[in-house]
């Protein structure tokens, strides 16, 4: 398990010093609910406004993708126990409009943040650009709680490892009372 999360911090370190900077203006989001997200491409990361403080996992997932459809209860989970510095953020991407999307995300009991490919239509070719992304899903980018990208990681990533994550880049603070739980 050590070896794996090495592993997968090694990649998302290259791969982050690899990505190309791009100046964009502001991109907007809007979720299944209709508020509406706004983020700023910074020269480390992604400034989700309205979300500072918070570990944000960005999901870029498919409503037909095997692994995707797996980590969902593992996200469901997460969002509930880390609530108060977690924002997981998912990106439908095979298609899906937003009443299906809001559908699909009721029947699965999903507690996080879902965004419908077309109410975040800037923001994946962004992502694409930035972070030199084939586009293969699940795909993710975990922005610390200083807006700084961290990890970025193609495929599934299993439920301890994202939690590890979590509680690695949690202020100290929240690290102490996390371990007296």
């Avoid at 995707?68 to 989970?77: D, E, M, N, Q, R």
Wanted: glycine share 6%.
């Amino acid at each position: 398990m050590k070896k794996l999360f090495m592993m997968i911090l090694l990649f998302s370190l290259t791969s982050l010093m690899q990505a190309k900077e791009t100046k964009i203006p502001e991109l907007k989001m809007t979720d299944i609910n209709g508020k509406t997200y706004r983020v700023q491409g910074i020269k480390d990361g992604l400034l989700f406004k309205g979300l500072e403080g918070k570990i944000v996992f960005l999901e870029f997932f498919g409503h037909n993708c095997p692994p995707c459809l797996a980590s969902i209860p593992h996200l469901i989970k997460l969002q509930k126990k880390y609530k108060d510095r977690l924002a997981i953020v998912a990106i439908e991407v095979q298609g899906l409009h937003n009443t299906q999307l809001a559908n699909f995300a009721k029947k699965r009991g999903i507690n996080y943040t879902v965004i419908a490919g077309e109410k975040s239509s800037v923001m994946v070719p962004y992502i694409r650009k930035r972070a030199d992304w084939a586009g293969l899903i699940p795909y993710y980018l975990i922005v610390d709680t200083e807006a700084k990208v961290r990890y970025m990681q193609e495929g599934m990533i299993p439920e301890k490892i994202l939690e590890k994550i979590i509680l690695d880049l949690s202020p100290k603070k929240e690290q102490k009372k996390a371990v007296k739980k």
